[in-house]
C-alpha cells in the first residue's frame, strides 16, 4: 500500500507567519500523498475580541451560538485555511482548502445537550474516504479547516485534532496511514517546564501510569485518547512533534 | 458535447437567507454539469464597519489593503462560500467551496497601479480547465468564491462577474457552455424604474444604441462587456436573470 500522511497543525505555530512559513516548507517537502488539518482558535477568539463578542470556553472547548459559527466559518474555513493554500500553492504544492461540508466529506451530529449546550459544535458521524481518495489520487493536497456539517445545511464547529485522528482511521485500508500532530513543543514532556524532557517512545501502559502521575494532563490527554484509538484501528504510526521537525524523527512516537 | 451551466449570483440575493435559500434550491435543481460563482461584496462592507475600517470603493471596486483581503478571504472564501456548500449539501447538490488558489484553478497577476493603487486586485491571467473537469467528471459542483491568487503566496481580490466569464470561456472545448447571471432584477431592463420593461433579447447592436442613449449604464456595462466577449469565444448561451428565473426562459438573452 502506498503512504499517507495526515498532518495536523495547530497551536502557536499557526499565529506566527514566519513560523507558519517554515512548517508550511516542511509540509510541501514531504514526499507522497499527504492531508493536512489546521486549527484556528487563538485567531477566531481574537476576531471574536474585536467584534465585542465574548469568547466561552468549557474544559479547552468553545461554546459556539450562532455569531460564534460565523465567526470560526471566517476564520478556520476562510482566512487561516486560504492563506494556507496561496502559501503551499507558492512551494508548489497542489494544496485545495475543505471543511467537512465540502464534498460532503465529514458529517457530524450537534452534540446533544447533557450538562452544557456546546452550541454548534459537530461530533463526527462519518469521514468520506472515497471523496478524500479521488483527491489525493488525482494529486491534490487536501487542507482542512475544523468545521463540518449535519447534511441539513448545518456547519459544525468541530476539534481539529479529533478530524485529523478520525480521517486517519477513514484511510487505513487504502493506505499506510502515519498521523503527525504538530505543535510548538517538542513532543509530550515528562516535564513541561524543560523542553528536552521529551518522552520519544509512549505506550498505553506508560500512558496510564504518566496520567495516574499528572505528569500528562488538560489538552494532552484528548490528543494521546485519540491517537492510541487510532493506532488500535490501524493506522500505522502516530507522532506527536514540532512543527519545525515535521521531516525528521524527533518527537514522541506512540505504540500501543 | 455535454452541457455546463456556469451560473454567477450577486447582489441582495447573497444577503437574505430566504431569497439565497430559494436561489440555491433552483441551482441545486438545475439538471446536469454546473459551477455557481458567488459574490459577497455589502456583507464585506458591513464586517469592515463593524472592524470599524472604511471601505473605498472606486467605480464599484473596492480598494483591497492589506486588512480588507484578510476581511475579503473571511466573508467571500469563508462565511458566504461555506454557508453556500452547507446549505446545496442539504439539498443533495454535492458541492465543494474554493477560492482561485484551490488547485490552482485561477492564477492572476496584482492590478498594475496607473492611476488608482486598487490594492490586492487580481486580473486574472489563467484558468485550469483541467481541475475543472476533474472535478466535474466526478460528479462535484465547484462553489467559487471570488478571489484569486498570484501563485507566489499572495490571494487577490477579483470581480465575481469576470471569474464567470473567463471559467466559462475556458471551459468552451469541453462542454456547451451557459453562462447565467442572476441577481435581484428581472434582466437587463430598458427603463430601470420598470422591472416589466426586460430587454428579452438584446444583440450587440443594440448595445451600442443603449449605451449610446445612456439606457445601459454603470455596473451593467462590465457585465454585457463580459458577456459578449465570453460569446465570441464560444460559449454558446448567456442570460441575465432573476435569481428566482433560473430554471425558466425569462431574462435577457444575448446573442452576437
Do not use: W
Request: hydrophobic fraction near 40%; glycine fraction near 8%.
Amino acid at each position: 500500500m502506498e503512504k499517507l500522511f495526515v498532518v495536523k497543525v495547530g497551536g502557536a505555530v499557526l499565529e506566527d507567519t514566519k513560523t507558519l512559513d517554515e512548517f508550511l516548507q516542511h509540509f510541501a517537502e514531504l514526499e507522497g500523498n499527504k492531508i493536512l488539518i489546521h486549527g484556528g482558535g487563538r485567531s477566531a477568539t481574537q476576531l471574536s475580541t474585536r467584534l465585542g463578542i465574548e469568547t466561552k470556553m468549557i474544559d479547552g472547548r468553545r461554546i459556539t451560538d450562532e455569531e460564534t459559527i460565523s465567526i470560526v466559518t471566517m476564520v478556520y474555513g476562510g482566512l487561516i485555511n486560504k492563506k494556507t493554500v496561496a502559501v503551499l500553492q507558492s512551494k508548489n504544492c497542489n494544496a485545495l482548502g475543505l471543511t467537512g461540508a465540502d464534498m460532503n466529506l465529514i458529517t457530524a451530529i450537534k452534540r446533544p445537550v447533557k450538562d452544557i449546550d456546546y452550541g454548534f459544535v459537530g461530533d463526527i458521524v462519518k469521514v468520506d474516504n472515497n471523496a478524500f481518495n479521488i483527491l489525493i489520487n488525482a494529486g491534490f493536497v487536501p487542507i482542512i479547516a475544523p468545521l463540518t456539517h449535519d447534511k441539513k445545511g448545518q456547519l459544525l464547529n468541530t476539534n481539529a485534532d479529533t478530524i485529523a485522528s478520525s480521517i486517519s482511521t477513514a484511510m487505513v485500508n487504502q493506505f499506510d496511514v502515519s498521523l503527525i500532530y504538530c505543535f510548538e513543543k517538542e513532543g509530550v514532556l515528562s516535564d513541561p517546564e524543560n523542553e528536552l524532557s521529551v518522552i520519544s517512545e509512549l505506550n498505553r501502559n506508560d500512558y496510564q501510569q504518566y496520567l495516574a502521575s499528572g505528569v500528562i494532563h488538560s489538552g494532552m490527554i484528548p490528543k494521546l485518547d485519540n491517537s492510541f484509538k487510532a493506532l488500535e484501528l490501524g493506522v500505522k504510526s502516530v507522532v506527536i512533534t514540532n512543527a519545525n521537525s515535521l521531516n525528521s524523527k524527533k518527537g514522541t512516537h506512540l505504540t500501543l
